[in-house]
């Protein structure tokens, strides 16, 4: 006789029917609820709008926030069971001990989420494993009314009853869940798939699903879950994680909640599971629990010794690499390793970026120069042309250095740790062939509270089950450490790790960018001056403040706040809080710049102006101070002093070369003509004597694109599509001093923009100075420079260096490169002639043939609503130069862009005794002082310097400060090789892109 054909969804009907009798509800809790619009603290917990709720009721609207107290009593009926509570408020919810330290999370069962990995509610409160039956329930719970996605769940309380947990029924669900789903994944053919499925029916058979039918079942089962592999050729390494977006569809203040809520939550299941391992990245989130729930740290803090809990990730918070600058990047590292290491005794070593769009290829140097081995990410599974081709390989930067890098082969951070998670990352790991390790990060992020029970009871099970590669639940960096025993067979991938997807995040919410760029800037020439101030001005070096200023900036480089892609709220709050920033930062330099100056000794220099440079090559530009334009020669990193009787003040010079009409501006080296419609129809170079506008094309071409998506991604088809033009309405040219200025209005829609198109005596730089009032909606604003120039490649300036893309479509992998990043330029050039694209805040590019474009803005509509309609100020540059970039030393001109010299008007004062000074120098025009900044624990400064050409160079570093000693530090400020013993110069040698820190001791 056959045997029964065995129906899969009967058995997945019966495994459903067994956990629907885990818990049986006895009582119902009574509810009360206060209300209020923002959170309040524990101690003001009843100052809101009072509610007494059933289920079914509606307590709040969207972000309200709500303390909820649960009270009740277990019955006598319960007395020797386990008893737990099942709660839901269609909210997340945080409850809190006596003293009001955060407990343990819970979350609406129905939020959003990706149901193939899992639910994501958790309900449950463990109360008594042997109830007495005359317990009392008196619970608080601080709530805010979304879901783990920030999602609004109609605000109304769905459960909250005190119930029996039928502990033996919980137990055979996991025994039957984790076989059913091994089987079903197992090949059909397969006799442990065969043996598995007879089993799973012949408990099916056993009837009425009672105490005793259980214990039985589970007995029947025990022989299948406690059979073995043999050796296995893959171990995976299981760490707990909850990925938490500092910010994204919630504000930054949900984010400190979601925080505690998750913290607390791990905590619980660590007393429940003793082989679980939890890991959480970013210093900012354990600063926030530090700050607010001083005891919940504490706790983590023990964990961590003991090895339970991981810090992970060695900045401070997750950033977006593409768009932070090189010296931010550094700060992220630098504050979140230390954090770290002062916090925890933990030197980290795995940079943890799961999630962002990108990865600049100037990454690998900082990471090894930081004491940083290894890197986890996950996003490149998500590529939409081009699979990457591996799990498990070595990533080099642009200057060749390499770290041990890992995607989970699961394609997830949000792992459900099911028998289908550990087959597909043995199915899928793209380097399963020379490596016996791969990573699963299991839980549920985002306020989902990471892994809970089922992650959990699955592991259990699984540990070394037939059927499945063996699992251990250890820290990441234990993994990281047993991959690199095998690292030699790995691959390398060299240059950026571009991510096939979110190009919109490079230019969306403009505003957010540019204030980002300003206070990388401003940052910088606070630190110049500070250091300054504190040698010779008798200014404290305001350590303590510059700090907190960083670290709130680095906050929101976070990879859902600076691309963009966070709601309207995130943005509002950031820019008001950019704008008080900014505002203290150029007051500290205003300080510190006024504190260097002393009384002039009877030189009657009158009203004079001191100009601050704080770039390392002598800058000869044009200012406009007192109603009178100035040439000012400011040397390297020093100081000039002026006034208008001083000779090295160059009187305004016949401007005849200058010519401004509608239709025409000329200095005395470019020619620039404009059509009618307002774009440029030639640039003649003069000195060179050839067009630089491709034949038969026109430039500055204002175009407007339909730009229906969202704020991380655009149509890659758009041009293909109907574009607008800019209608031009008014132009007037004329002259201002040293400069040719032809200003155009031009509206489209209900925007606005006005251009001043400005050319100034002996500059190659034609400055496109740019207000926007922006009202339109789901529109893209682009321009473009069709140039008269043949090359294959497009040089982007990256932080500490410079990425050659190519400008072809030959290949998929070059198509997706179609919208490239670039910080301040983006050049064209062969080897006797070149075109580059300055920015003053941009970052989205296109190069395509021999045209460069620029993404100026784009108004989408989800998730913050109303993007960049607002007002706008920006410029970009087009600057034509002979000889290739390098030769024409085209980074500099970005940076002066950037970093304009900064002017102390009304000083009638001198510096010391010396009319103008350089502090420090260098020999080499490929070199860049990006920071020079105090030590983070003594009064030694720190000069960090980068190659920028891409070539080996030898060179000498002046310093006019006092010092006694140089060494060359890595980039925690650690010294390594002494260099310099009390002398003023010191010789440096570079490798191409190489970034050196050298650390001068006082």
């Not at 499945?468 to 047993?482: M, N, T």
Request: one cysteine or more.
């Amino acid at each position: 006789m056959p045997y029964e054909n065995i129906n899969i969804n009967q058995l997945r009907h019966m495994c459903n029917r067994i956990q629907e009798k885990i818990y049986t509800k006895i009582s119902a809790l009574s509810v009360t609820a206060w209300v209020t619009p923002e959170p309040v603290s524990y101690d003001n917990r009843m100052s809101g709008n009072k509610r007494v709720l059933t289920p079914g009721d509606k307590w709040g609207e969207r972000w309200d926030c709500a303390w909820f107290h649960f009270e009740g009593a277990v019955p006598e009926e319960a007395v020797g069971q386990k008893i737990v509570l099942l709660i839901d408020v269609n909210g997340e919810v945080c409850l809190v001990d006596e003293e009001g330290t955060p407990f343990q999370g819970l979350t609406n069962v129905n939020s959003e989420f990706d149901l193939s990995l899992g639910l994501p509610g958790k309900r449950v409160v463990h109360i008594s494993e042997n109830a007495r039956g005359d317990e009392v329930i008196d619970l608080w719970g601080d709530a805010g009314n979304n879901d783990l996605f920030g999602h609004y769940r109609s605000g109304r309380i769905k459960e909250a009853d005190i119930a029996i947990c039928h502990e033996e029924m919980r137990q055979l669900y996991y025994d039957v869940e984790v076989l059913l789903e091994l089987a079903e994944h197992l090949p059909e053919q397969a006799v442990r798939r065969k043996r598995i499925l007879q089993k799973l029916y012949e408990v099916s058979l056993f009837g009425k699903i009672t105490n005793e039918n259980v214990n039985k079942a589970r007995r029947w089962l025990a022989p299948e879950l406690q059979k073995q592999g043999g050796d296995p050729s893959l171990t995976v390494s299981a760490v707990g994680h909850a990925h938490i977006d500092l910010a994204w569809l919630w504000p930054i203040r949900e984010t400190m909640r979601k925080g505690a809520r998750t913290f607390s939550t791990a905590l619980r299941m660590m007393e429940r599971y003793p082989d679980y391992v939890f890991g959480a990245s970013q210093p900012q989130l354990y600063q926030w629990i530090k700050e607010r729930h001083p005891k919940l740290y504490r706790q983590v803090k023990q964990r961590v010794k003991e090895g339970r809990w991981e810090v992970q990730g060695a900045m401070w918070v997750e950033p977006d690499s593409n768009l932070a600058g090189g010296e931010a990047l550094v700060r992220q590292i630098l504050y979140g390793k230390r954090f770290f290491q002062q916090e925890f005794d933990i030197d980290v070593k795995v940079l943890w970026l799961p999630d962002v769009f990108g990865y600049t290829a100037s990454l690998p140097q900082i990471l090894k120069k930081s004491g940083v081995d290894y890197m986890m990410t996950q996003k490149l599974s998500w590529n939409k042309y081009n699979d990457h081709p591996h799990h498990s390989f070595w990533w080099e930067g642009i200057d060749g250095s390499k770290v041990l890098s890992h995607m989970p082969p699961e394609d997830t951070y949000n792992s459900p740790a099911a028998p289908r998670s550990i087959l597909k990352a043995e199915r899928e790991y793209l380097d399963g062939n020379v490596s016996e390790h791969c990573l699963m990060l299991f839980g549920i992020g985002d306020g989902g509270g990471g892994p809970g029970e089922e992650h959990l009871e699955r592991l259990s099970r699984e540990r070394n089950l037939q059927g499945l590669s063996p699992v251990v639940q250890e820290p990441a960096i234990d993994f990281f450490d047993k991959l690199s025993s095998c690292a030699e067979h790995f691959q390398t991938w060299r240059g950026e790790l571009y991510l096939e997807l979110h190009q919109g995040t490079l230019t969306s919410q403009a505003r957010n960018k540019r204030y980002n760029r300003k206070m990388e800037k401003a940052l910088r020439e606070l630190e110049f001056a500070a250091v300054l101030s504190s040698l010779h001005g008798g200014y404290t070096y305001p350590a303590e403040e510059l700090e907190a200023i960083w670290k709130e900036v680095l906050l929101y480089q976070f990879h859902d706040i600076l691309p963009g892609s966070s709601i309207k709220r995130v943005y509002d709050e950031s820019l008001a809080q950019y704008k008080v920033l900014l505002g203290r930062v150029t007051e500290l330099t205003n300080a510190c710049y006024r504190s260097l100056l002393k009384p002039a000794a009877g030189n009657g220099i009158g009203s004079s102006v001191v100009l601050f440079n704080s770039l390392p090559w002598t800058r000869n530009e044009w200012v406009y101070i007192k109603d009178q334009w100035m040439r000012a020669t400011v040397p390297s990193m020093g100081y000039q002093v002026i006034s208008r009787d001083k000779a090295e003040v160059d009187a305004l010079p016949n401007v005849s070369q200058l010519h401004a009409e509608q239709d025409c501006l000329e200095n005395d080296l470019l020619c620039v003509r404009f059509d009618a419609d307002g774009s440029i129809s030639s640039i003649f170079d003069k000195e060179c004597q050839r067009e630089v506008v491709a034949a038969g094309q026109n430039a500055n071409l204002l175009s407007v694109y339909q730009d229906s998506a969202n704020a991380w991604d655009f149509p890659t088809d758009y041009r293909q599509m109907d574009s607008m033009r800019l209608t031009l309405q008014e132009v007037r040219a004329y002259t201002e001093g040293p400069q040719a200025i032809v200003q155009q209005t031009y509206r489209t829609g209900e925007s606005e923009l006005i251009q001043k198109i400005v050319l100034t005596l002996d500059s190659r730089q034609i400055d496109f100075i740019t207000h926007v009032d922006w009202r339109e909606s789901e529109k893209m604003l682009r321009t473009a420079f069709p140039v008269d120039i043949h090359t294959d490649h497009v040089n982007c300036e990256i932080q500490f260096g410079h990425l050659k893309r190519p400008t072809h479509r030959n290949t998929m992998w070059d198509f997706a490169k179609d919208e490239i990043c670039a910080h301040q330029w983006i050049d064209l050039s062969q080897s006797d002639y070149g075109v580059a694209l300055l920015n003053d805040c941009k970052y989205g590019h296109r190069a395509h043939e021999n045209t460069l474009d620029i993404n100026l803005l784009r108004s989408t509509s989800y998730p913050g609503e109303q993007a960049d309609q607002a007002v706008h100020e920006f410029t970009y540059s087009l600057f034509p130069h002979a000889g290739d970039f390098v030769q024409a030393q085209v980074y500099r001109a970005g940076y002066e862009l950037n970093v304009p010299l900064h002017i102390v008007e009304d000083a009638e004062m001198e510096i010391g005794t010396s009319h103008s000074d350089s502090f420090i120098s260098l020999d080499s025009t490929s070199v860049m002082i990006e920071s020079i900044k105090k030590a983070e624990d003594n009064d030694d400064l720190i000069i960090r310097l980068y190659e920028t050409a891409g070539s080996k160079v030898e060179v000498t570093v002046s310093v006019s400060l006092p010092y006694e000693k140089a060494f060359i530090a890595d980039l925690m400020e650690q010294p390594i090789t002494l260099i310099r013993d009390g002398k003023p110069g010191m010789q440096l040698s570079f490798t191409p892109f190489e970034i050196q820190t050298v650390r001068l001791v006082r």
